[in-house]
């Protein structure tokens, strides 16, 4: 997928995958991850997301990484937060006290960039991924996070043939084929949320799991 595609979305802020309000699950989960204030959590393809804005809520210092400029801009002047912009090799980095948010992309991040975090949460980033390139994705961030530290990972399962993502399905089992050879995997919960999704419902998809995992990276 082009990054193209994702600049012309938030260009005409065809953004529907961008929640208004803070992911249920972060809410009900992130105590699982057993982080303490202060520590430092990553946020793969964070968009603008409420969640990072949760996270810093929770006293963590928030590192997000986001391909499109708007998207980072729109973060903070949605929260009213003044922010500093400086500039490395390959990304623009925005940031406030407790927000850093490096523009740019996440597969020349560099491991510098993540090698003090303690936690991380991917609920937009691993479904945003078809299936030619949500292997290469995974083995980046895999390549971002330290040894033993742990993480929420939120997908979406649906059948693929009744609707063109993105968000792209990812089914259990694709997470156990290809996120346990680098984590260890642990279902904390899956549940239909189609009700919650008029997309998916006006496209007749019969079903719509929303599950969450918590991901430890191997050592």
């Not at 330290?146 to 399905?169: M, R």
Request: charged content about 20%; some cysteine.
């Amino acid at each position: 997928m082009e990054p193209s595609f994702w600049h012309e979305k938030w260009q005409l802020q065809q953004i529907g995958f961008h929640q208004n309000q803070v992911n249920p699950f972060l809410v009900k989960y992130w105590s699982h991850i057993g982080l303490n204030e202060n520590t430092e959590v990553f946020v793969p393809l964070c968009g603008k997301s409420l969640d990072m804005f949760y996270l810093a809520e929770q006293r963590h210092a928030v590192l997000g990484c986001e391909l499109n400029t708007l998207a980072v801009e729109q973060f903070f002047t949605d929260n009213g937060l003044t922010y500093q912009v400086n500039h490395t090799d390959e990304h623009v980095v925005f940031s406030t006290d407790q927000v850093t948010l490096y523009q740019g992309d996440i597969f020349t991040l560099p491991k510098s960039a993540t090698a003090s975090i303690s936690g991380f949460y991917d609920r937009a980033a691993l479904i945003a991924w078809p299936e030619e390139m949500r292997q290469q994705y995974v083995k980046a961030l895999a390549a971002l996070i330290p040894a033993n530290v742990s993480g929420l990972l939120i997908t979406l399962d649906y059948l693929q043939e009744t609707l063109k993502g993105p968000p792209f399905a990812v089914s259990p089992r694709w997470v156990e084929s290809y996120l346990t050879p680098y984590f260890d995997v642990e279902l904390l919960e899956c549940v239909d949320v189609l009700a919650d999704n008029p997309r998916f419902m006006n496209k007749h998809v019969p079903w719509l799991n929303e599950a969450v995992y918590k991901l430890t990276r191997k050592s």
